[in-house]
């Protein structure tokens, strides 16, 4: 009986043995979570998951997040591995990724990571980091670049301020998915879409659109200067058309050229100043009188659905600019209420964890009534806004005095809209025969109404996609010129929001599902941590010890009281 019985011991060892290497080896093979957050923040949108199984070739990823970083930035890095693990799993394999440091030097060359970084738009951030030989600084690139059949793509994976910050933090690591599938999605693109940059009414061209042009556009698409009023037609080649900032007046016969693009389906973003308010004016004259530009765009976009107010908008959630003490060289930051720093409202895909957009003289902006439009707030005030009408005297003495809060009751003034629908025609029952015919000769013919459902964004700041300048070179947009080197220095989300805008009237992927996921914080109660400090580490450290010592005293206690009988 005791042969067999051992005999039975020594085979049921075996077995589990087996088991557990059968198991071992059927996981390495198949990798299956069950995700149970709120949020689903461990489950890959279907429209992700098409893209990885198309990829026919390998896709290496390299992630600048390596060393001795911040648990925020560890935990970044940890999640961005864990993400493209995933991928590769979905792309059979496909999905290469490796974890380095920025300071590396590029295999067969001398130039370091770094250096490639920052010629591709990624803008460090500068940590001051405490060592014995005193305060030096760090500088760390949350950044990673994909690679695909050799062409190469930045992706900057924390697009926060240049500090750090567990809101932004989050957030980035909500929009890791996004960020890497839209990379793969656009290096795997043969061709990228052509947009159209309207050059014709005064739009600037110069040092101060470097970043955007750069770094936004050059970067994602294919980028074409288009003069309107020579073009006898906006092609339906061009994806989008922008126009930025215009000081010119618009023409009739501009007018028809944009209206019949938007009918056959041409998606167009409208930054517009409605005002003349620059800040070179203010500077030399220390005031400015803000008067309309008379652009002539307002039946235009009335027709679709918004009017830009001539007003200015100012708010006590604003950007600092310097002012002048003792009329000298002396100098204190004040804040700057024609500076507005609007707060994303979170309701799109478009401004989705995005940051604070800063705005410079910007327009207000009602909605109007427009049959079958659909409008969506993309930029508001804050609870304390006001708006002053034109003609406006603008002056640096303004902030000697600190602004009466009572002023400012105005709350939630909208400065930039989605508009969603079937565009209506301006000029229905408006051109001749002579125009019809004319329009007809190039193939295509005159529309009253769009041929299936349209989109457009306007915002009533021509300023929110430049750049400033510092020493004649451009500096990252986003970031006040004024505030650079200082305590004040801050990198606002403008290029984020812009980029945003962008990629909802381009981009075909069908990305707005991973776009639009969404991490709760949740965050320990600081005060509640501190009083149960001692209970929790004794719950944690000291009671499992003491539990397996009295676990082992009864384990012992009950064997000799067994085996004494």
């Not at 300071?103 to 405490?130: C, F, H």
């Not at 600037?204 to 970043?211: A, L």
């Not at 288009?226 to 000081?247: A, G, H």
């Not at 125009?435 to 989109?455: A, E, H, I």
Request: net charge neutral; aromatic share 10%; proline share 4%.
């Amino acid at each position: 009986m005791k042969t067999f019985s051992n005999k039975n011991k020594k085979w049921g060892w075996v077995v589990v043995l087996a088991l557990i290497i059968a198991v071992n080896l059927f996981a390495s093979f198949v990798h299956r979570r069950i995700d149970l957050t709120n949020e689903k923040r461990f489950t890959i949108s279907s429209p992700v998951k098409k893209i990885l199984h198309n990829l026919n070739e390998v896709v290496d990823v390299q992630i600048f997040l390596k060393g001795d970083l911040p648990s925020g930035f560890k935990k970044l890095s940890v999640s961005a591995q864990d993400l493209l693990q995933e991928f590769k799993e979905y792309s059979n394999g496909n999905v290469h990724y490796k974890v380095i440091s920025a300071d590396d030097k590029i295999p067969g060359s001398e130039r370091t990571y770094a250096d490639t970084l920052s010629s591709l738009g990624i803008v460090p951030i500068n940590l001051k980091v405490q060592l014995k030989s005193g305060e030096q600084s760090q500088y760390v690139y949350p950044a990673a670049l994909v690679n695909y059949k050799n062409k190469i793509l930045a992706v900057n994976l924390y697009s926060g301020p240049r500090a750090i910050d567990n809101k932004e933090l989050n957030s980035a690591d909500a929009l890791l998915e996004y960020k890497f599938a839209d990379a793969i999605y656009k290096v795997m693109e043969d061709h990228k879409p052509l947009i159209a940059y309207s050059v014709g009414n005064g739009e600037p061209t110069g040092v101060n659109t470097y970043d955007f042009v750069e770094n936004v556009l050059k970067k994602n698409y294919t980028l074409f200067m288009m003069n309107i009023q020579k073009e006898p037609l906006i092609p339906d080649t061009f994806s989008l058309l922008l126009i930025v900032k215009p000081t010119i007046s618009f023409s009739e016969d501009e007018k028809l050229k944009i209206d019949q693009y938007i009918m056959r389906g041409g998606k167009v973003i409208w930054f517009v100043d409605r005002l003349e308010a620059e800040m070179d004016s203010l500077q030399m004259k220390n005031q400015v009188v803000a008067y309309d530009r008379n652009l002539n765009l307002e039946d235009l976009l009335f027709k679709y659905g918004v009017r830009i107010n001539p007003d200015l908008l100012m708010d006590l959630q604003c950007d600092f600019l310097p002012f002048s003490v003792n009329g000298n060289d002396q100098f204190e930051f004040l804040h700057w209420n024609y500076f507005p720093l609007f707060e994303s409202k979170q309701n799109s895909v478009i401004n989705k964890n995005v940051g604070l957009v800063a705005g410079r003289f910007v327009n207000s902006i009602d909605t109007v009534s427009s049959a079958g439009i659909k409008k969506t707030i993309l930029l508001s005030s804050s609870l304390n806004a006001r708006t002053i009408e034109t003609p406006a005297l603008i002056s640096g003495e303004e902030n000697r005095n600190a602004p009466e809060d009572d002023a400012f009751k105005k709350n939630d003034v909208p400065a930039a809209v989605l508009l969603e629908g079937k565009f209506n025609s301006l000029y229905k029952n408006r051109v001749g025969q002579s125009v019809m015919d004319s329009l007809g000769g190039y193939g295509t013919p005159f529309l009253t109404q769009c041929l299936s459902d349209n989109k457009m964004i306007v915002v009533a700041d021509g300023d929110i996609v430049l750049n400033g300048v510092a020493k004649g070179q451009p500096i990252p947009m986003g970031v006040n010129s004024y505030t650079l080197q200082t305590q004040y220095e801050y990198q606002f989300s403008n290029k984020e929001f812009v980029e945003d805008c962008l990629e909802y009237l381009v981009n075909n992927a069908g990305l707005s599902e991973a776009r639009a996921k969404d991490y709760t914080l949740r965050l320990l109660d600081s005060k509640k941590t501190s009083d149960e400090k001692t209970k929790w580490q004794f719950v944690n450290l000291v009671l499992p010890v003491v539990l397996v010592i009295l676990f082992g005293i009864t384990y012992q206690w009950w064997r000799r009281k067994k085996y004494r009988a």
